[in-house]
């Protein structure tokens, strides 16, 4: 049975961020602390309280490589570790667009509801437990919503120029951040190729696609929000005439004739709760000696 483990930091590969997540490599299994199916399950769960946004992600891409873990730890800040499968970390890439993003209880406001997006991301838990999402770089086509991330759940969003259009050859996604930083562009075509259905729990779609926790990290502070949205309607999915300089422009490379592995989900109606100061945790979950993950 394949299971997930955590992996923190590389004394090799010198490290971006300081403290306990750059210090060591855990590479046995006897060291590894695993992410069960129960816990990511939880996870899943609609959370207390209620939410603060809500949004609908339609069209969503699903492009995911493989990457070495070493590589990529030390781009994880203090008090995550990476989330690994069969010892394989995984860097995504989500094109979508967002309609009738608003406050939970007004309406959408003309203008600012509406917007493409696109995300760099990675996979993490917190000793063995909250597993979820932390990201590289996230871009939008609207300077509204940029600032609003930024100051609310202080999130690494940029300003974009971003077309989408779905057509007879799938949908063709081109984005391009503004700014005098790295270029930082994407561009491809993708389609689903089989029907969709609900990613089963202990595989590895479920792993990268059924994400409800993010995490953000501003320097000084870890922070956690939750979202809340039915399971991904996941399909099998296609990517052609590929082109991106977006990973490089957070340090990361990623395989150069490495083909993805991509998703396609049509549409979720998505609640975001609003984010908190990450809880230090002091002991890892239990383990789960059988069919845990």
Not at 128 to 152: H, I, T
Not at 202 to 209: C, N, P, Q, R, V
Not at 210 to 234: C, F, I, K, N
Request: net charge positive.
């Amino acid at each position: 049975m394949v299971r997930a483990r955590s992996i923190v930091g590389s004394p090799s590969a010198g490290p971006a961020f300081p403290g306990p997540a750059s210090d060591a490599v855990l590479a046995s299994p006897g060291a590894a602390v695993t992410v069960t199916d129960a816990e990511r399950l939880r996870v899943r769960q609609r959370p207390d309280g209620l939410p603060v946004m809500r949004q609908r992600w339609l069209r969503l891409g699903f492009l995911h490589w493989t990457v070495d873990a070493a590589m990529l730890a030390p781009l994880i800040p203090p008090g995550l570790d990476l989330d690994t499968w069969d010892g394989r970390a995984y860097v995504g890439i989500v094109p979508f667009t967002i309609r009738g993003s608003r406050p939970a209880f007004l309406p959408p406001l003309p203008g600012l509801a509406n917007f493409h997006e696109l995300n760099l991301r990675t996979y993490v838990h917190r000793q063995g437990r909250d597993p979820g999402v932390f990201f590289f770089s996230l871009d939008a086509a609207n300077r509204f919503a940029v600032w609003g991330a930024r100051l609310g759940y202080k999130l690494p969003y940029y300003t974009a120029d971003i077309t989408m259009s779905r057509g007879p050859y799938g949908i063709a996604f081109a984005s391009r951040r503004r700014g005098t930083g790295p270029r930082a562009s994407f561009a491809c075509r993708y389609w689903p190729t089989a029907p969709a259905s609900a990613a089963a729990p202990g595989t590895l779609e479920f792993f990268l696609a059924e994400r409800y926790l993010l995490y953000s990290w501003d320097g000084r502070t870890l922070r956690t929000a939750r979202v809340w949205h039915a399971p991904y309607p996941l399909a099998p999915a296609r990517a052609e005439d590929l082109t991106e300089e977006l990973a490089s422009a957070s340090r990361i490379i990623l395989p150069a004739y490495d083909q993805p592995l991509v998703h396609y989900a049509s549409e979720v109606d998505v609640r975001i709760f609003r984010p908190t100061a990450a809880v230090q945790k002091s002991l890892p979950a239990p383990e789960v000696p059988h069919g845990s993950r």
